[in-house]
């Protein structure tokens, strides 16, 4: 059997990694038979119950998983990475603004970003979850230039899952049968969820999905502000934000990393906008159409572009550019 692989979670004792360590402790991510060393990181207050969850790590037995370091330093929890999921950011606390959030969250991706570059392998794929995930990614990306920028990604597949089930539930068919869903933008409540490329396998033809929902006004209506405000949705009625649904995409994601899209298939994910050819703005991380082949990247280029998507792909550009401007006064100081 292969060697061990190093693999990092921070946010160790949180509620997305309980959902999401025992996927990728028993091969769900990076396959059957990899064996694998997690390295969980937390804040110093939650070792004890990050050591609850080692224990129930431990207790699952499984096969695949050799080794669990737990800890609350970066120098130990960053050193010779394969792969790094980090979900552990600042959550916006009681009358706090959204600047503060962004300039506590710029201090942890930085110093992370710093991490990587120090004890990671330069090889590692950095897949960031932590709010606001697209910013926080160029952040830590750009406290780590000794590490490819193409192999930082942020989490826009959970919003991707989202809006292939709601298309696949008006259909009447598995969520399977929709491919091609694009998700444009931040990871926020601007995002665009655009299906003009998207197909629906209904009855074993794939056809269009406007022919398939057959219903233009849901698609360009209701069922992007469903997809734009499901995680609020989620919050409302949970009291917590969406846990079972983001490690199942955090799974989705880095398994397509690791392994590669289907062929004629391609998903969503924040990558670093220099060099697309949307007219994107640079030095953004934003969510684009992707194929994924021994573990690079590209963005699916020449897809038609209509003005009602233009429009919005702009939209959610011109966040990302005031997310990253305040970022980078953050981060100069
Ligand atoms: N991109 C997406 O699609 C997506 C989806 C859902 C949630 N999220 C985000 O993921 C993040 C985690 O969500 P959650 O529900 O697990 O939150 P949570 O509060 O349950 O857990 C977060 C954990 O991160 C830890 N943490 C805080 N600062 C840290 C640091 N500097 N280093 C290591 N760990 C640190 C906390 O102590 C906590 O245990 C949030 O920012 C949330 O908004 C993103």
Not at 53 to 78: N, S
Not at 308 to 321: C, D, P
Request: hydrophobic content about 45%.
């Amino acid at each position: 059997m292969a060697e061990p692989i190093r693999v990092l979670v921070t946010g160790a004792a949180g509620q997305i990694a309980y959902s999401l360590l025992f996927s990728v402790a028993k091969g769900d991510v990076f396959g059957k038979n990899q064996p694998i060393t997690l390295l969980l990181l937390d804040i110093p207050p939650m070792m004890t119950v990050l050591g609850g969850v080692v224990m129930e790590l431990q207790d699952c037995a499984l096969p695949l998983l050799r080794e669990i370091v737990a800890t609350d330093k970066v120098e130990v929890a960053f050193k010779d990475l394969d792969a790094a999921i980090l979900v552990g950011s600042m959550p916006r606390k009681e009358g706090m603004g959204r600047k503060d959030l962004l300039k506590a969250n710029v201090a942890i991706f930085q110093t992370q970003g710093a991490a990587l570059d120090k004890y990671a392998k330069k090889t590692v794929k950095v897949l960031v979850v932590g709010n606001p995930a697209n910013t926080n990614c160029l952040i830590a990306m750009k406290s780590a230039p000794s590490i490819p920028k193409e192999n930082f990604s942020c989490l826009t597949r959970l919003d991707h899952n989202r809006a292939r089930s709601q298309v696949a539930m008006r259909c009447g068919v598995p969520a399977t049968h929709v491919k091609n869903m694009i998700i444009w933008g931040n990871h926020s409540f601007t995002q665009y969820p655009d299906v003009h490329h998207c197909k629906v396998n209904v009855s074993g033809n794939e056809v269009d999905c406007f022919d398939a929902v057959k219903d233009e006004a849901w698609l360009k209506g209701d069922f992007i502000a469903t997809v734009q405000q499901r995680g609020a949705a989620i919050i409302k009625a949970r009291k917590l934000s969406s846990g079972m649904s983001a490690a199942k995409a955090i799974c989705d994601h880095m398994r397509d990393i690791w392994f590669g899209t289907p062929e004629g298939e391609f998903i969503s994910m924040g990558v670093y906008s220099t060099g697309n050819t949307y007219k994107v703005p640079n030095d953004l991380i934003y969510s684009f159409p992707v194929q994924i082949k021994n573990k690079s990247w590209k963005i699916v280029e020449g897809l038609a572009i209509n003005d009602f998507s233009k429009a919005k792909m702009e939209a959610t550009a011109t966040e990302l550019i005031n997310e990253r401007n305040t970022a980078m006064e953050f981060l100069a100081k």
